[in-house]
């Protein structure tokens, strides 16, 4: 199967998102595992797809202000719900990955999200 | 679920990963999580090829679902599902919906010694099938002659290449390829003629 693009993309960890993920591992493994596999498929589609928005998949949720959430979905077994919160930049290949955080945490999971966009786009 | 984390101001930690493995890597990441997440990819791997089938031919889950004449639901779950639950029939309908080809291969994986035979096997046999067809059907004979030449030299220059990566050795000689005709007579029989359109000099 062919690549698009010819470039690969890459995943850039905010330093939030640094902090969660070890908190994640310790209190969430099987979650932030199921998360983790979502993102290497998302990457995977990334990378046959013309650009970022055509990507489609049940385990990604488009939320206001370009972000895109991937959660834990397609396993059986009682998973919390959980959102990894990221950015994808099509002219530089790269996923911002943003926050990680529970259903409960949404709303301002989102709203983080958004402004950490808005900064990063201001630099 | 409590997320305690705070959430302080944040910004791009000047890090990057080309994949998931590597993130784990560098982020330091325990061994327990890489096997969890190793595990959890091992289960989806045909369905991920599907995905990226789909993805690939620019056909949306909606468009899939009609074709399959399912929900669209349905094909967001076969497709962030396990490989255990799709079906032989629904990875026949991806291949044909997409026009492509999709061969499925169950047990232990091949080395790359066994693959490498059973795919010079498999080109003998097509070579001669090809060869047969030249010499029952006139109209077909330069073009497959042609391709004979072509697929000559391509298949040597891998073979030159390859050679070329292994570590240095006494006595070893160096393969080097060049073409130094870009056409032939056409009374040449077909590998002599193949030989000389390439030039290949070992």
Known sequence: MEYRGGLMWNFEPSTQFQKDQKWYEKKHPNELAAVFRNLQRYLALLMVSKNSKCVEAGYLHKEPGGVIAVDQKGFSGNLQETRLYTFAIDAVKTVHLITIGSKDTQHSDIEYSKNFIEQFSKQ | ?202
């Open chain 2, 1 to 202: 679920m409590q997320t305690e984390i705070e959430k302080t101001p944040s910004k791009p930690s000047g890090r990057k990963y080309s994949s998931v493995e590597a993130l784990m890597r560098g982020e330091g990441l325990s061994q327990e999580m890489k096997a969890k997440v190793s595990e959890l990819t091992t289960e989806t791997r045909v369905t991920l090829q599907l995905a990226k089938l789909r993805q690939l031919s620019e056909i949306t889950q909606e468009e899939m679902a009609k074709h399959l004449g399912v929900t669209q639901s349905a094909i967001s779950k076969l497709e962030s599902g396990r490989d255990e639950e799709i079906t032989l029939r629904e990875i026949r309908e991806y291949a044909r919906v997409t026009d492509q080809r999709i061969s499925v291969m169950f047990g232990k994986p091949l080395t790359h010694v066994e693959a490498v035979k059973i795919h010079a096997n498999g080109l003998k046999t097509r070579l001669e099938s090809l060869a047969k067809i030249a010499n029952q059907n006139e109209d077909f004979q330069n073009e497959i002659k042609g391709f004979f030449g072509e697929a000559f030299f391509n298949l040597f220059n891998i073979m030159a290449n390859c050679s070329n990566m292994l570590p240095p050795g006494e006595g070893d000689v160096e393969i080097k390829i060049e073409i130094v005709h870009a056409h032939q007579p056409q009374s040449l029989p077909p590998i002599a003629s193949a030989c000389k359109e390439t030039g290949v000099t070992v």
